[in-house]
């Protein structure tokens, strides 16, 4: 009984001792010039897990703060980051804000891997930050790369969307979502809809190969989407959108910070009407009338949780999962070749994701993330399958058409080695499954193993030195070594940044094994192909001002052993079956994509800002062909303007992209000769341009409203000739937009 006493005792005077160790931060955040609140404002103490955003009068409160001392920051979009030194209680903190009409303070990952300033990463990397994307007034992640970015060339399909970054396929990019890989495509083209846009707090891009930092499937470069977490004690939101054709957007989410423990709650329901830019299609040299949607009817579903829980100042564990589901309907065929579908499409996608970080001194740590995706896509049939006298499928059942598995495991150290060294080193472990029942007997699975490491060093504070490496063992491929090394000099405004990179790429499940015919066209797997590699060159140039920032960046990106498709002898089992062609993967000599972009971004005064930018690429294989699907020039433009009455805020906002042809050929060859001849069969040239406002009202109590209302397509341009072409875009024509959101935040 004595030993339970003592034990109580002492176990209550911990409490107490905790309990006096703690420290307690309450403060306000406001704008430097007029001393308004900031709603919203990010404060954190830097190196823990521990931060909170300001509420609807810009104050905020940091609760059971361990003893100790630390660096407290407030940041908010488009102001200057302050910082101070914090060692006890304090309730009179006052961060007094300087608006940055050019905003280059905004924190990156994607380029070395850290969180580094954007205007001083050694790694250009180009942001689209939510206020941008909140402007447009977009809705969807092809929409946002379409209008904020003249690199991407996108071409939806029910298939999912094919795009290109650069003149590069869209297999040569690797898309992240907080740093985890979107995996899962159909006929190698992502899904993007999966991307919950209502929590998308920024896009950062990174150009050409970054295989030394993240692997295979980077040599195009890489878009990682980073997502809101929960920084306002409780915050619940609802976003509704109606547009034309029926779409309708709602976004719902529950966000609650408890000070160890963090949850998010997000759900997105997505839907739309389908159209056809024409009714008529090519037939055998002849217009005839066609059933074919160009954009089909959809309707989606996303959910996603995230918690965090920090048992200590320096710990912070993560456990997230989302699912997702997609059913595309397509006119049903009413007798053969009338445009009309056999089966509808689902899609069904879930993942689940642990892990975290230990904090060190000095903005060194160590963190552990585990990563499992699955996505497969099924028929949904809708007219009777009939073989002989026996029924195969019913109306209303499915057939698994593919299920891909994504595994990953990340064990990664980021140190400080003296004042000028920061160093990353890091093992992963990937693991990549396909089931196809349909062409292969049994599952294919390949894993890889990797060790990577890269070195910032800074010297003379105005010279930065990156370099870095990944050594990879492929199951099948063995062993590759990729470098890289990225240089930066700052010499007042001006940034000076060059670089070069090795990629790899090895082919994917499908490329080696799948076989699958869409409408008379078979293609078929290779087990013999070899790795893509490249060699990427980089030089930018980025002045940077109070008002203006204009960035140069200019590349080549060298690949071997291409992998395409080509033609190959219809077989006689293909003829019995009106199979029309027939092709296979193989490793083509190589390819070579260079050009420029330039990029300019300014505050014109009096609440106007204007911004655009423009991309020439030449991108052709070792024979000197344009590559299919490539765009020579892109254009896109942005001009802003904002005005803030007593208690009301306009912004008006005015969107443009301009592009060029899209090159597309056609393979022909001569029955006779053999001869092999390629005909241009581009996509036209075209503008669109989009007006978006935003009109936001003072808080009601906990309550914040915002109306958005705009025009899509403002001059009505579509390309309406007949399907069968390549289109130059499939926007329906002029629509309009509204949408309210409704916040709420104690």
Known sequence: MKKIVVLTTLFMLALVSTSLCQITLKGKVVDAKNGKALVGANVRLIGTSIGIATNNKGEFILNRVPEGTYTLRASYSGYEVSSMKINSSKSDILFRLTATPVNLNQVVVTGTG???RLKDSPVPVEVLNGTD????????FEDALLLLNPSFNIRPTAMGSYFTLNGMSNKYILILVDGKKLAGDVSNNTDLSRIDMGRVKRIEILKGAASALYGSDAIAGVINVIMEQPKDPISVQSKTRFGGNSSFTQNASLDLNLGKVTSSTSYQRRQSDGWQLSPYKISADTVIPTRSESSSSFSSNIVNQHFTYSPVKNVNLYLQGSYFDKEVNRPVEAKKSDGGYQYDLTYMDYNIGLGGKYFLDKGA????DLY?????YNKLYTVAQVDGKDTTFRIGDEELTKRQKYYNGNLKGVFRVGDYNKFTVGTEYVDDYMKNPGSLDEPKEIYTLALYAQDEIRLWKNLQILPGFRYVYNEMFKNRFTPKIALMYTWGSFNFRTSYASGFKTPSLQ???????NRGAVTVGNPDLEPEKSNYYNINIEYTGKHLNVSFNGYINDIKDVIDKYKVDLTDEDKANNITSRNLYRNLDKARIEGFDISVNSYLGAGFSAAGAYNCVYAADGEGRRLGESVRHAATFRGGWTHEWNKYRLHANINGRIQGSKYIYKQVTNKKTGEITYTDESAPKYQLWNLSTTHTFAPVGNFLFEVNAGIDNIFDWTDDRPNGV??????????FFASLVIRFTK
């Open 511 to 517: 490329e080696l094994y799948y076989d699958y015919e």
């Open 365 to 368: 740590y160590l963190s552990l």
């Open 133 to 140: 994307l909140k402007h447009a007034g977009v809705t969807s």
């Open 726 to 735: 390549n289109y130059a875009t499939l926007n329906p024509g002029r629509t």
């Open 114 to 116: 850290t969180h580094r």
């Open 372 to 376: 499992m995706d699955n996505y497969e």
